[in-house]
Each structure stands twice: as C-alpha cells, then as structure tokens.
C-alpha cells in the first residue's frame, strides 16, 4: 500500500523557513514525478514546485527563488525548502504524483498535507 506522509509544517514568522517533507513507501517501484500543492480554503490547488524523473525542477512564479525542492532516492522522500516565507504562503501543503507500484500499478497518489501558517 503506497502511502505518502508529509511532515515539517508549522507556525512560523514572515521571513522564516521551513522544510517540508514527503516520505513515499509501500510496494513502491518508480517515482515517476512529484509535486508539491499547496490550498487555502476556498481556493483551488495551487503546484508550487514539481520535479519529473529527470530530476529537474519547476517553480511556480509566486515562490521561484524563494523555495527549493529537492529529493533523497535512497529514502523516497522529497523536500520543499521554504524560505522568506510571507503570509500568502499560508496554507496545506500536500506532496503528490504518479507511483508504480511492484504489482504493475500505476496511479496518481497524494498525502494527508501539513500545514503552514506564516504569522507574526
């Protein structure tokens, strides 16, 4: 059973950082992507970051240069690194993306989310 679990939210000031994590396990056989989302409610989901199979990376506007995401192979786990957070950056933050499976599975899978508050 593929499960992601995201970690690392919490409160933090304007100006802070944070890192989130995303650990990927279960019967896993390729991480074919993945994508950070975060939502406010009443808003639709916003992509922040995403990196494809390449490894390569790609931001949304609203936090290039401030946000980084990055990935341990040897733990399945992804990373957002957040920094100058404002407060517009608040919100769930949910990892997300297509996972084969060793049972020939292939779908998209996501996680519970963690959240961000950027207060003073």
């Known amino acids: 059973q593929v499960q992601l679990v995201e970690s690392g939210g919490g409160l933090v000031r304007p100006g802070g950082s944070l890192r989130l994590s995303c650990a990927v396990s279960g019967g896993i056989f390729t991480i074919d992507a993945m994508g950070w989302y975060r939502q406010v409610p009443g808003k639709s989901r916003e992509l922040v970051a995403s990196?494809?199979?390449?490894?390569?990376?790609n931001y949304a506007d609203s936090v290039k240069g401030r946000f980084t995401m990055s990935r341990d192979n040897a733990k399945n786990t992804f990373y957002l690194q957040m920094n100058s957070l404002k407060v517009e950056d608040t919100a769930v933050y949910f990892c997300?993306?297509?996972?084969?499976?060793?049972?020939?599975?292939?779908?998209?899978?996501g996680g519970q989310g963690t959240q961000v508050t950027v207060s003073s």
């Open positions: 990196m494809p199979s390449d490894g390569s990376t």
């Open positions: 997300s993306g297509p996972i084969a499976t060793m049972t020939g599975r292939r779908r998209v899978y």
